[in-house]
């Protein structure tokens, strides 16, 4: 959500970016709905457009879900201008969680961000119940890790079962149609061939899964960055010192 500095540019910025999860929530009768993340606004009275918020709450019958923050009371954290909020929350349908849930804060030496994660148990049946079949997961295949002397052979051999459409081939007749429809059929048959030989031979990867800009020294950095942040969580979360400084260093 676009942070809310008081001006009020900034907070009818805000106000239009409501509008625009209300018509998702308008478009979708009949539906549940669970929106988590980043709203920029704690829930404590001091944000304008926190109303904002509780009325799109209260006219859509969603509950803006409280945090536990037994152990931690933030999930944003600068820890240079010693920033720390909690801004981050989940809003949902009332029927997905029981009376009394809370979200809970990630605290993972996995995230180098400047967020903490956060998590909230639903109630699966319900959520299901309001869900058709899943949209097919989108993949790519990686060639340069194919087996390519599988594929040649399942090639070779799929390819040698294809009859050859020899009256098209040698037809002369300009814009012949039935051997266009040959012809076709023909080009299908190669394509067939060529994607069933690629499931044994080729991986397949979901798109976005792989980044392809990663290296083995950026892995080692990631490293050092996780290490120096679990010590600093060890700690007791220093905001100032030797520790404290080393975490500013890696981020």
């Not at 970016?17 to 998702?24: D, E, H, K, L, N």
């Not at 429809?181 to 030989?197: F, P």
């Not at 990663?214 to 060890?234: A, F, N, P, V």
Request: aromatic share 10%; hydrophobic share 35%.
């Amino acid at each position: 959500m676009p942070w809310d500095d008081g001006s009020i540019y900034q907070h009818d910025k805000y106000i239009f970016t409501i509008g625009c999860i209300q018509a998702v929530v308008d478009a979708h009768p009949n539906c549940n709905f669970l929106f988590g993340g980043d709203w920029n606004l704690c829930k404590n009275g001091c944000y304008s457009t926190e109303l904002c918020v509780r009325r799109f709450c209260t006219d859509n019958e969603l509950c803006w879900i409280d945090t536990c923050t037994d152990h931690i009371d933030y999930t944003y954290h600068n820890d240079t201008n010693d920033h720390y909020s909690l801004i981050d929350h989940f809003i949902c349908s009332a029927n997905l969680i029981g009376e009394g849930d809370k979200s809970a804060i990630m605290v993972d030496g996995l995230n180098t961000s400047d967020h903490f994660a956060i998590s909230l148990k639903i109630n699966l049946h319900t959520l299901l119940g309001g869900l058709g079949s899943s949209a097919p997961s989108i993949t790519k295949l990686r060639w340069d890790r194919a087996n390519l002397q599988l594929y040649q052979s399942v090639c070779a051999q799929s390819l040698a079962s294809l009859d050859l459409p020899l009256d098209a081939l040698l037809c002369t007749e300009r814009e012949c149609v039935k051997h266009n429809c040959d012809l076709d059929c023909y080009y299908m048959d190669i394509v067939r061939c060529l994607n069933t030989a690629s499931v044994p031979a080729v991986p397949r990867v979901k798109t976005g899964v792989e980044k392809h800009w990663w290296s083995q020294e950026l892995d080692e950095l990631k490293s050092q960055c996780i290490e120096i942040t679990d010590q600093w969580r060890s700690a007791g979360y220093p905001r100032s010192g030797e520790m404290q400084a080393k975490v500013q260093g890696s981020n």
